[in-house]
């Protein structure tokens, strides 16, 4: 948990998530145990052993055979599987020592106590550290959370129950009394709401962003029903900005838009602490700030737990990914794997569902007023959405892997051949978006039901989009700066009680304005060195100026590109490493595909956008923070290559 501050419940929840994995494995390994100990004549306490040893060792065995699969180094697989069984037989006959210390009555209770303790206090460092050990790494920087306040109280806790099985055989009373204690325990811990306490003064502020998702895949689509009908909802009761574009095509470079108003080039990679986010600035406002984020790169490690109060990334999220293993007997063929439901995103990244719920959790257990923020990733490749949101014409012969799709050169997309997997593509785009919605339906239902959605300021967008085909391209963090990647939905539901109603802008926005809009509405000074602007003085009259220049950039190989937005109209502009520069211009009304380059009709357009790219440049040199690379673990490493991202990740 990031941002400094410890949530017990959230630990007592991860190991309640993992605990039926372990009740598995004992039931499994149990059985043979039983016949062996049985022909064997032993005692009861061998048979507690061998089901200790047995156990402990599959599921840490699992969890340290997930990270042996991300890596093709033997020696390190094998060093990890030393280290581990060393580690093992080390904790057995540590335990069976101080069995013989014990009173008579409750050494026949020891294994079981050892069973909890270990669950209790190993667990949650294995299912962060396995990962890592096996790619032959000690993560001694994990070995301090053990002296936390939460693994202390996890230690009086398992202490607890430990003596409670030894009472369990005595008395009666001694069970009910222990059920009780338990019940209240765990109750507390799952963080049990109290009493509804009175709508604070100043709104909530939540913002959801969905990894990835395009623009146009909100709302109705041509000759389909929509895709996404709780958007479409919230639409209805919200602002709804037609046309905005993110700062960049691809996540590194346009969170800094979205959290501060800002550039990559300026807060850096990962995140300047000297940056002003719009968490920092409203935790100065008196606001409990709380953040979940499925994506790697919006993690502790990239800087992004600035400001935050609590902060969850996907190094604080269970991977207990069993299903890496099972894949194996399918020759790591993950299309047959996702065929057979053995594979699917959430072997990547935790899914929106899970994602939502828990950041609610933490979200009831901040003060009032507060700001969440949620990242989601179900849109994003690998596009293994759960089948139920694929469509009835879907050809499960035709997939493609997303490794494969993003290896392909512009040709290969374009090629006749591969339209049929290129259909298939977009299918499992489509179905991951209707996750994503219903997922925002039920987050929207849970709100409503804490009181806590119609006073609150809600913001839902997404941080770039995808190509799924157009003029060849695939994925995002490319050269091309159409509107498929650059244009976002953009959302902002105002509390109920202040008056707004529904809208359409039509206008061009950019994500950049969300940080400006937000301070402007909540009364808060506005940033000075804020990209984005201040657009709430247009929400009443349902116009937003549109004489600005919005721009965006993305780098490559080639060189930088920019794309600047201005009415209908979008200039690019591609500087070469060289110095060299390449001009076009399109009529994103009459020509939505870039085909039809116009630049030689209007010559002045063409060099007041370049101006205003040029000024934009200049303002990030004259602006840009000090920052320092962030050293990319071996772990992280292989999270982001899963998601496609490798060393030149988007």
């Known amino acids: 948990m990031g941002g ?14 993992l605990l039926p994995w372990q009740l598995a494995l004992f039931a499994l390994l149990g059985v043979g145990l039983a016949i062996l100990v049985r022909m064997l004549r032993a005692s009861a306490t061998t048979f507690w052993w061998l089901v200790i040893g047995a156990a402990s060792f599959a599921f840490l065995g699992a969890r340290v055979a997930e990270g042996a699969l991300r890596t093709s180094s033997v020696a390190n697989a094998g060093i990890a599987l030393v280290v581990l069984a060393a580690a093992i037989a080390t904790t057995l006959a540590i335990a069976a020592t101080c069995g013989r210390w014990l009173p008579a009555s409750l050494q026949r209770a020891w294994p079981a106590a050892v069973w909890v303790g270990a669950t209790l206090l190993i667990v949650p460092f294995v299912r962060r550290a396995g990962a890592s050990i096996a790619l032959g790494q000690l993560p001694l920087r994990e070995w301090p959370g053990f002296v936390s306040p939460a693994f202390a109280a996890l230690a009086v806790l398992g202490a607890a129950i430990a003596l409670g099985i030894g009472a369990l055989r005595s008395a009666k009373a001694s069970r009910l009394a222990l059920a009780v204690a338990l019940g209240i325990a765990v109750a507390r811990a799952a963080g049990a709401q109290a009493a509804e306490a009175p709508a604070p003064p100043r709104p909530d502020v939540v913002l959801v962003l969905i990894d990835a998702l395009r623009g146009d895949h909100v709302g109705p689509q041509p000759g389909a029903p929509s895709l996404t009908p709780n958007l ?74 600035n400001g935050f109060d609590l902060f969850a990334d996907p190094s604080d999220a269970p991977t ?33 569902e ?16 507060a700001f969440l923020y949620l990242h989601a990733m179900d849109v994003h490749g690998p596009y293994l959405p759960p089948h139920r949101f694929l469509p009835a014409t879907y050809r499960a012969a035709d997939y493609v892997g997303y490794s494969q799709f993003l290896r392909l050169s512009q040709d290969e997309v ?33 709100l409503q039901a804490r009181g806590r959605w119609d006073e609150a300021l809600v913001w839902i967008t997404a941080d770039h989009g995808e190509a799924l085909g157009e003029h060849g391209y695939v994925g995002h963090g490319i050269g091309w700066l159409g509107p498929p990647l650059t244009q976002v939905p953009l959302l902002l539901k105002l509390p109920r009680s202040w008056g707004f109603a529904p809208a359409v802008i039509a206008a061009p926005v950019s994500t950049l304005d969300i940080l400006p809009t937000t301070l402007a509405l909540l009364g808060r000074p506005s940033l000075a060195e804020a990209f984005g602007a201040d657009v709430s003085e247009g929400l009443r009259a349902g116009a937003v100026p549109t004489e600005r220049a919005l721009v965006s950039w993305s780098a490559t190989e080639a060189g930088d590109h920019y794309a600047a937005v201005r009415g209908r109209l979008q200039f690019t502009l591609l500087i070469r490493r060289d110095g060299q520069r390449e001009r076009q211009l399109f009529d994103l009304e009459a020509d ?14 063409v060099r007041e956008l370049e101006v205003a790219i040029d000024a934009h440049r200049e303002r990030e040199a004259r602006l840009a923070l000090a920052t320092s690379p962030a ?20």
């Open 4 to 17: 400094g501050a410890v949530d017990l419940s959230e630990v007592l929840r991860i190991w309640l998530v």
């Open 592 to 605: 939505a595909g870039t085909t039809r380059d116009i630049a030689a009709a209007h010559p002045d357009v």
């Open 354 to 369: 899970r994602l939502f719920a828990r950041g609610l959790r933490l979200f009831d257990r901040a003060a009032r007023p």
């Open 414 to 446: 374009a090629a006749a051949s591969f339209q049929p997997s290129l259909a298939n593509v977009r299918a499992r785009y489509a179905a991951g978006v209707r996750h994503a919605d219903e997922a925002i339906g039920t987050l929207r239902a849970e």
């Open 320 to 352: 207990f990914l069993i299903g890496s293993l099972v894949q194996l007997l399918f020759g790591v063929d993950r299309g047959i794997a996702y065929r057979f439901g053995l594979a699917g995103s959430d072997l990547y990244y935790e899914p929106a």
């Open 232 to 305: 479409d909802a919230i639409g209805a009761e919200a602002i709804r900005f037609e046309r905005a574009y993110a700062p960049a095509n691809l996540t590194r470079s346009a969170m800094p838009g979205v959290l501060a108003s800002s550039t990559e080039r300026v807060v850096g990679t990962p995140v300047s602490p000297a940056a002003r986010t719009l968490p920092t600035l409203l935790r100065d406002a008196g606001y409990a700030t709380v953040g979940v984020s499925a994506n790697p790169f919006i993690s502790a490690h990239y800087g992004y737990a």
């Open 631 to 650: 050293a990319i673990d071996p772990q992280l490493r292989e999270r982001l290559r899963a998601l496609g991202y490798l060393d030149d990740a988007h």
